[in-house]
């Protein structure tokens, strides 16, 4: 069974928006994903890479700090409804990269950003 797509509070344990996470995780490919959502005027909604139906809550704290810059994101708000208690609910227990480059960039130095 999936999940709501705002239904998890907390990054999961290897999110690589987590500085405790293992470094390249994921491949370069999908850092490299990420680096083009954050130039691209629409931007993109990226979900848990535990494929459970959620979407990724490092993505999504990370995006709410900046005031949810992603179009993508802002359409997916407004279609799902989630509360602004959901929102200010979010947590970490772990320091988060303060930025996409910052994250992209420790996982995978050769990265051109």
Known sequence: MTKKLF???????????RKDA??????????????D??????????????QNG????GFLMN???????????RIALIKEKPTREYLESLFCNS???ETIEEMCE???????I
């Open 54 to 57: 959620s979407i990724c809550v």
């Open 22 to 35: 293992p470094n390249a995780y994921w491949s370069i490919e999908e850092f490299q994903k990420v680096l």
């Open 63 to 73: 995006q709410h700090e900046r005031d949810l810059p992603s179009i993508a994101l």
């Open 106 to 112: 420790t996982n995978f130095p050769e990265l051109k």
């Open 7 to 17: 239904s998890c509070k907390t990054p999961c344990g290897n999110c690589p928006y």
């Open 95 to 97: 320091e988060r990269f």
């Open 37 to 50: 959502a954050e130039q691209s005027e629409l931007g993109s909604v990226f979900l848990c890479h535990k």
